[in-house]
């Protein structure tokens, strides 16, 4: 049962260009949810986050859009950079599951420069 | 603060053998979770502490699976007897216990069954 789920594998954009990452939910428990990025090699590492009571959190170049009654959140990546060529995981939490976190497949983004 | 330290980096076991990993995690953190990431996956949860107690195992923590965190610092994970489907990345993670604390993760123990 994939509660979390990105359906896109892999996204190229060019260096400069928006980047949007999209992820889908079916669990209307959760009321929380993060943005994670991870190189090769390395543990996934907080990229930003959004309460279910909200619908936009932005931070820098990121910004993370939640549409509730579509169960669906976007990450916006603007300008983007080579150097965020990674795998993004999308994640969610239930306020009662103790921050436990249930994560979507991941997007490989190649930025291109 | 170093973050999260997980060791060994990797490691390659034969069938049947028994394997144990180490995660020391932020040292005000008081919740330390552990995941298993597979190729292609996100991380699956696994099982969490919040200081000595282990508050929640998956229903993927099979019985050959046994996590401790004996003085509510550091974690070890054993594997017993192990099978190739054990093969995969084990994250360590740490948090504070406050609301939304985002999770912080180690780089992992890569796990090869041969």
């Known amino acids: 049962d994939q509660q979390v789920k990105q359906n896109s594998p892999s996204l190229s954009v060019q260096e400069g260009r928006i980047s949007i990452l999209n992820c889908d939910y079916t669990?209307?428990?959760?009321?929380?949810f993060l943005w994670y990025k991870k190189y090769p090699a390395e543990g996934p590492t907080f990229l930003i986050s959004?309460?279910?009571?909200?619908d936009k959190n932005e931070d820098g170049r990121f910004t993370v859009f939640l549409n509730k009654s579509a169960k669906h959140l976007s990450l916006h990546i603007v300008p983007s950079q080579p150097g965020d060529s990674a795998v993004y995981f999308c994640?969610?939490?239930?306020?009662?599951?103790?921050?436990?976190?249930?994560f979507g497949e991941g997007t490989q983004l190649t930025v291109n420069p | 603060d170093t973050g999260v330290s997980q060791d060994p980096r990797h490691k390659i076991t034969k069938r049947g053998q028994n394997v144990t990993f180490r995660c020391d995690p932020i040292?005000?953190?008081?919740?330390l979770y552990w995941y298993r990431q597979t190729l292609g996956q996100g991380p699956e949860f696994l099982t969490y502490?919040?200081?000595?107690?282990?508050?929640?195992k998956s229903r993927l923590l099979s019985d050959r699976f046994s996590a401790e965190r004996p003085k509510g610092s550091f974690s070890t994970l054993e594997i017993q007897r192990t099978e190739q489907g054990d093969s995969a990345m084990y994250l360590c993670?740490?948090?504070?216990?406050?609301?939304?604390?985002?999770?912080?993760f180690g780089n992992g123990t890569r796990l090869t069954v041969t």
């Open positions: 959004i309460s279910s009571i909200k």
């Open positions: 993670a740490s948090s504070l216990v406050a609301g939304y604390s985002p999770l912080h």
């Open positions: 669990n209307s428990m959760f009321d929380y």
């Open positions: 040292s005000e953190h008081n919740r």
């Open positions: 994640a969610a939490i239930k306020e009662t599951s103790g921050s436990r976190l249930t």
């Open positions: 502490f919040q200081n000595e107690a282990q508050l929640e």
